[in-house]
């Protein structure tokens, strides 16, 4: 029966159906409606698995809390970078004592790794166990204090622990420290074991009865034992036996662990990537700062490293002049600026600012290609390194750079482009990525030559990270194994 309604409305009472909803607008509803309610769940359900996730991983972490030994004179945290203190322990307790029966545990390798903001590259820093260093005033770990003193600086570790190694490798660097991670020799087995092995490559083949390792010569996979007697070993024949040997064969065994650590086949399997997060979380002691919001953000900031991003150096030395055989010092010349650049290493590399295209040269001609263009450049400035620093943004954008040097330093002069007889259109393509030059003729100059000359402004690339300065020896985890053996 139907009774009255307002206009255009009709009610129905009994069993009458109501109008039935456009079929095609009903459908669409009920699918987006289904597919909304799907969603939300998965991403509440994504959520807690994430979270659940990382709870795990956290709790299998072995902590201290170090911030009462640390002191108060410390560095300032002068950018969002993160710095991290990797420490190998020769500890001989528990699951390690089949590697011999030696008392106290030492640092037996020291690395500072560098993640520059927004994990757009990585570079570890080495520092030889053989150094002579000033240590600072430590609190033992059972009670008590070690006084500041010179000695080798794997000693800090086996009287103070990793707190005492933390506080000195600040003093020494002036670089501020976020966390601490610890791997004995089980730990290691276990990670490299995670990653189904390691690839590395050697020059001959090796047979060593005091390590127990025994290699074939050229490129190879090693795990477990194996892989521990190949970065522990100072004999067998695998370098001259110093310790600065050593640790050049342990950056390039960590550069191909980063290599198959950041492959994709590694990156896009979970369960691979869940086995060998959990063996790393198995495997470490860390400091109790290094908690589950830490882990994710220090996981943020490297999505999108690749393996062409890390690089692995050692501190620049020299012999110690009391015993210039078995111990060395760090050079201060080429250490203080390595140190100087990791400190501030805090900008982001900025998106190029927009241009209407190449500058045309009054000349006219199509535009040249960075590829085209042969750079020569001076640095004025007097500052160690800049030249070659800017080498690097330059070949970054794809520009030839056939000579880096140096010429006298001019006070107040600042940074020119010149060119040299034809090469008007090549400087004006350099000087669209280096704005605020406008390119100069040099007569005297080599025909097609273009030449930078950089003054106290810099010659910084707009949308290319501050490059930090080589070093020699240093190892990219890119590189091929066998190109480094």
Same mark, same amino acid.
């Given at each position: 029966m139907q009774r009255l309604a307002a206009p255009g409305q009709v009610y129905y009472t009994g069993t009458a159906p109501p109008p039935p909803e456009p079929p095609e607008r009903g459908r669409r509803w009920r699918v987006l409606g289904w597919l909304s309610i799907g969603l939300s769940a998965a991403l509440v359900v994504g959520s807690l698995t994430a979270y659940g996730f990382w709870r795990r991983l956290?709790?299998? &972490?072995?902590?201290?809390n170090v911030d009462g030994k640390l002191g108060t004179a410390r560095p300032p945290k002068l950018n969002n970078s993160m710095n991290i203190l990797l420490m190998g322990s020769d500890s001989r307790e528990g699951e390690n004592a089949r590697y011999g029966t030696e008392v106290g545990q030492r640092s037996d390798t020291t690395i500072l790794l560098h993640l520059s903001p927004g994990g757009e590259r990585a570079i570890g820093i080495s520092f030889p166990r053989d150094s002579m260093v000033r240590i600072p005033s430590c609190k033992k770990r059972g009670g008590g204090t070690v006084p500041p003193r010179l000695d080798m600086i794997n000693s800090a570790y086996a009287l103070g622990g990793p707190a005492c190694t933390w506080k000195t490798i600040e003093?020494? *660097?002036n670089i501020r420290i976020d966390h601490y991670v610890e791997v004995d020799f089980s730990g290691f087995k276990r990670v490299v074991d995670a990653l189904d092995g390691v690839e590395i490559c050697v020059p001959k083949a090796i047979d060593d009865p005091k390590s127990e390792l025994r290699l074939r010569k050229g490129r190879? &996979?090693?795990?477990?034992?194996?892989a521990l007697g190949y970065v522990r070993t100072r004999t067998g024949g695998l370098g001259d036996g110093s310790d600065l040997s050593r640790i050049q064969r342990?950056?390039?065994?960590? +550069?191909?662990?980063?290599?198959?650590a950041t492959d994709k086949g590694m990156l896009t399997d979970p369960g691979k990537t869940y086995a060998f997060l959990s063996a790393v979380t198995k495997s470490i002691k860390a400091d109790d700062r290094l908690t589950v919001s830490a882990m994710q953000k220090l996981a943020g900031g490297l999505r999108g490293m690749s393996a062409g991003k890390v690089r692995?150096? *050692?501190? $620049?030395?020299? +012999?110690?002049? $009391?015993d210039p055989r078995n111990r060395v010092q760090f050079n201060q010349a080429l250490a203080a600026p390595l140190f100087e650049a990791v400190r501030r290493d805090n900008t982001l590399p900025q998106p190029a600012p927009p241009r209407p295209g190449p500058p045309r040269p009054a000349a006219g001609g199509p535009p040249v290609r960075p590829a085209q263009v042969q750079v020569t450049i001076y640095n004025a400035t007097g500052t160690d390194g800049l030249g070659g620093r800017t080498a690097d943004q330059l070949r970054e954008k794809g520009f030839k750079v056939v000579k880096v040097g140096? @010429? $006298?330093? *001019?006070?107040? +002069? @600042? *940074?020119q482009i010149l060119f040299g007889p034809g090469a008007q259109r090549h400087a004006a393509a350099l000087a669209a990525v280096l704005p605020g030059h406008p390119p100069k003729p040099m007569p005297s100059g080599k025909p097609?030559?273009?030449y930078l000359i950089v003054g106290k402004d810099g010659a910084d690339v707009p949308g290319? +990270?501050?490059a930090l300065p080589k070093v020699a020896g240093e190892v990219r985890a890119d590189q091929d194994v066998c190109a480094r053996a």
């Amino acid at each position: 029966m139907q009774r009255l309604a307002a206009p255009g409305q009709v009610y129905y009472t009994g069993t009458a159906p109501p109008p039935p909803e456009p079929p095609e607008r009903g459908r669409r509803w009920r699918v987006l409606g289904w597919l909304s309610i799907g969603l939300s769940a998965a991403l509440v359900v994504g959520s807690l698995t994430a979270y659940g996730f990382w709870r795990r991983l956290d709790g299998q &972490i072995d902590r201290e809390n170090v911030d009462g030994k640390l002191g108060t004179a410390r560095p300032p945290k002068l950018n969002n970078s993160m710095n991290i203190l990797l420490m190998g322990s020769d500890s001989r307790e528990g699951e390690n004592a089949r590697y011999g029966t030696e008392v106290g545990q030492r640092s037996d390798t020291t690395i500072l790794l560098h993640l520059s903001p927004g994990g757009e590259r990585a570079i570890g820093i080495s520092f030889p166990r053989d150094s002579m260093v000033r240590i600072p005033s430590c609190k033992k770990r059972g009670g008590g204090t070690v006084p500041p003193r010179l000695d080798m600086i794997n000693s800090a570790y086996a009287l103070g622990g990793p707190a005492c190694t933390w506080k000195t490798i600040e003093s020494l *660097t002036n670089i501020r420290i976020d966390h601490y991670v610890e791997v004995d020799f089980s730990g290691f087995k276990r990670v490299v074991d995670a990653l189904d092995g390691v690839e590395i490559c050697v020059p001959k083949a090796i047979d060593d009865p005091k390590s127990e390792l025994r290699l074939r010569k050229g490129r190879q &996979i090693v795990r477990g034992d194996q892989a521990l007697g190949y970065v522990r070993t100072r004999t067998g024949g695998l370098g001259d036996g110093s310790d600065l040997s050593r640790i050049q064969r342990q950056q390039a065994f960590m +550069a191909s662990v980063v290599k198959k650590a950041t492959d994709k086949g590694m990156l896009t399997d979970p369960g691979k990537t869940y086995a060998f997060l959990s063996a790393v979380t198995k495997s470490i002691k860390a400091d109790d700062r290094l908690t589950v919001s830490a882990m994710q953000k220090l996981a943020g900031g490297l999505r999108g490293m690749s393996a062409g991003k890390v690089r692995f150096v *050692t501190v $620049p030395v020299q +012999a110690y002049p $009391p015993d210039p055989r078995n111990r060395v010092q760090f050079n201060q010349a080429l250490a203080a600026p390595l140190f100087e650049a990791v400190r501030r290493d805090n900008t982001l590399p900025q998106p190029a600012p927009p241009r209407p295209g190449p500058p045309r040269p009054a000349a006219g001609g199509p535009p040249v290609r960075p590829a085209q263009v042969q750079v020569t450049i001076y640095n004025a400035t007097g500052t160690d390194g800049l030249g070659g620093r800017t080498a690097d943004q330059l070949r970054e954008k794809g520009f030839k750079v056939v000579k880096v040097g140096s @010429r $006298p330093v *001019t006070p107040g +002069a @600042r *940074t020119q482009i010149l060119f040299g007889p034809g090469a008007q259109r090549h400087a004006a393509a350099l000087a669209a990525v280096l704005p605020g030059h406008p390119p100069k003729p040099m007569p005297s100059g080599k025909p097609g030559q273009v030449y930078l000359i950089v003054g106290k402004d810099g010659a910084d690339v707009p949308g290319v +990270a501050k490059a930090l300065p080589k070093v020699a020896g240093e190892v990219r985890a890119d590189q091929d194994v066998c190109a480094r053996a």
